[in-house]
RNA sequence: GGGGUGUUAGUUAAGCUGGUUAUAACGCCGGCCUGUCACGCCGGAGGCCACGGGUUCGAGUCCCGUACACCCCGCCA
């Protein structure tokens, strides 16, 4: 009876003042609370304005199984034992990518599902290991048409469950500027604070006069030098510098170089002002504009690194100087607090350092930019591809490609990964030979719809836009599941635990 | 696999540099109050300070380990 009106019966106070393990052992008394309900009330109707828009959109709601066979890369999966073939296993599916293409196959062009999705992965904020996916995929289209149904539903949701008219087209930006700015494929834009690239800068000036620089005099791939400016509006003390190196090295730095600017551009406070060249502290004041009372943050060596440590830095200083909010979006009913994005033309592999060869960025299916299919043998790096993520206020809430439909240029791209066509049969078979069958042009998308939801409501965490959510350790603390069970039902399934705890 | 934060009464928390009986609020129990509604007043019960070691004359407090929760890296569409 309530669960179509905006006030629930049960008005159960707002504030939340109960430790989080013992909301989830009690989740039915939790899930009285009105922002609870409210929220859950959205991702209801949420559902409804998706299968209304796409229903509208000509696309068809087609099941797909979650049982299915492991194939391999990717997240981990789940596996449940098989009882009626002893000693096998079927893969709870990660995402139903393969059945979806071959809906395509068989002639349905437009397919869409609301599904639940697999994955045995580390949970995080934004992660749980059971997830629910808007999954679409359509044929004879290219990236434009996907990304128009997409801004179509995505707008709707917003109009229709928040009110927010967000403006369409959504702004793109190449994957290579988002990674030189931002750091990152999900940079949030609701704010600046961009890394500033020095690489070239400290080449230039053959390692800038700095002992540590002296491995980046040449330029070498893989390697970079950046910097993150703080403005002096900031004012931090020594106590807070000291805490941002803390966060730093918690992300895998060596140590966080700083410099404060001074009146004549002069650097103080810093590691690298003793022997630092005039000519190149310009430099990097110029790249940086940076100007007196501002901080300079450096991060050089491995680039992924580099990345990482200046990503996680630039968010934390986003909320640290007030620029967004801890979480959630400051004014939800204005269009410019959401920052949707579409990153695009990624590499289509990158290079596996442990395994010392090409692998597929996401999957091996993506279509490649035609005009970049030439570099596939001879410089596999430089391979872009019709890939896309779409984000929004820092969180990626979708992905999809293009994908290849062309037998001839998936032989090219195995051969760059070094699969034989022998191991492509063997791991992929069934796809393959369905391609071979006449497979349509076409792509698609799935959007994470606990994201959208989490975004959409402003909550904290991804465990309160799902109703009975896991913990950290991917537990259930209200039924304490996963569980033990009886030996015999093991003895039926011929599996045997090599578990021993702990004494 | 790694880093960080936390764990004190039924609940939420305070307990600084180790020092007699470990605090508070709400809740609970008893008494009082016939117009209250976040009632009020008086009294009371309730704690292996997460668990296991260690340091010390002495540990809620310091050290090590374990468990659980949360955040992050790795991992992950």
Redesign the pocket.
């Known amino acids: 009876i309530f669960n179509r009106s905006e006030t629930p019966p049960f008005l159960i106070e707002d504030k939340i003042?109960?430790?989080?393990?013992?909301r989830l052992h009690y989740r039915y008394l939790d899930l009285r609370r009105a922002p609870l309900q409210q929220t859950l009330m959205k991702r209801s109707r949420m559902n409804a304005v998706t299968r209304r828009t796409l229903e509208a959109l000509k696309f068809l709601e087609l099941e797909t199984p979650f049982l299915v066979k492991y194939t391999p890369g990717?997240?981990?999966n789940f596996l449940v034992p098989a009882r009626l073939s002893p000693g096998k296993f079927y893969a709870l599916a990660?995402?139903p990518q393969l059945f979806k293409q071959l809906f395509m196959v068989a002639g349905f062009e437009r397919y869409f599902q609301i599904v639940k999705?697999f994955?045995d992965?580390?949970?995080?904020?934004?992660?749980q290991p059971e997830f629910t996916q808007i999954d679409l995929e359509m044929s004879f289209v290219g990236q434009d048409d996907v990304f128009a149904v997409v801004e179509e539903l995505v707008t709707a949701l917003w109009r229709e469950v928040l009110g927010v008219h967000i403006p369409k087209p959504f702004p793109r930006m190449r994957y290579e500027q988002s990674m030189r700015e931002y750091g990152n494929?999900k940079p949030d834009l609701r704010f600046g604070l961009k890394h500033v690239e020095l690489t070239t800068v400290v080449a230039e000036h053959n390692g800038a006069g700095v002992p540590m620089w002296q491995s980046f005099a040449t330029v070498t791939p893989g390697q970079i030098v950046k910097t993150l400016k703080v403005p002096a509006s900031a004012n931090f003390s020594r106590t807070e510098t000291d805490k941002l190196e803390e966060i730093a090295k918690?992300?895998?730095a060596r140590g966080l170089a700083r410099a404060k600017i001074g009146e004549n551009g002069e650097w103080t406070q810093s590691p690298l002002a003793k022997t630092i060249t005039a000519e190149a502290r310009a430099a990097i004041n110029a790249a940086a504009e940076a100007k007196p009372g501002d901080l300079l943050l450096f991060q050089f060596g491995k680039e992924?690194t580099v990345h990482?440590v200046l990503a996680?830095l630039r968010l934390y200083l986003g909320k640290r100087l007030g620029l967004i909010p801890e979480y959630g979006t400051s004014d939800p009913k204005q269009a410019e607090s959401w920052r949707f994005l579409w990153v695009v033309d990624p590499p289509l592999l990158e290079y596996d350092d442990e395994r010392k060869r090409w692998v597929a960025a996401?999957h091996a299916f993506t279509r490649p930019h035609d005009e970049s299919i030439q570099y596939l043998e001879t410089d596999p790096g430089r391979v872009l591809c019709y890939?896309y993520?779409l984000v929004l206020n820092g969180f990626?809430i979708g992905?999809g490609s293009i994908r290849l439909h062309d037998p001839a240029v998936q032989e090219k791209v195995f051969a760059a990964m070094g699969i034989s066509k022998e191991e492509a049969e063997q791991k992929f078979g069934f796809l393959l030979q369905a391609l071979r069958f006449g497979a349509p042009p076409h792509g698609g998308i799935?959007l994470g719809m606990d994201r959208l939801a989490f975004l959409l409501t402003g909550a904290e965490?991804l465990r309160d836009v799902i109703p009975f959510p896991k913990?950290?350790?991917g537990?259930d603390?209200m039924t304490d599941a996963p569980g033990d069970v009886d030996p015999q039902q093991l003895r039926e399934l011929h599996i045997a635990s090599t578990y021993k705890p702990?004494a």
């Open positions: 003042d109960t430790a989080e393990e013992k990717g997240a981990r990660e995402s999705c994955r992965e580390d949970l995080r904020l934004d992660r494929d918690g992300m895998g992924s990482t996680n996401h890939r993520d990626e992905g799935a965490s913990t950290q350790k537990t603390l702990p």
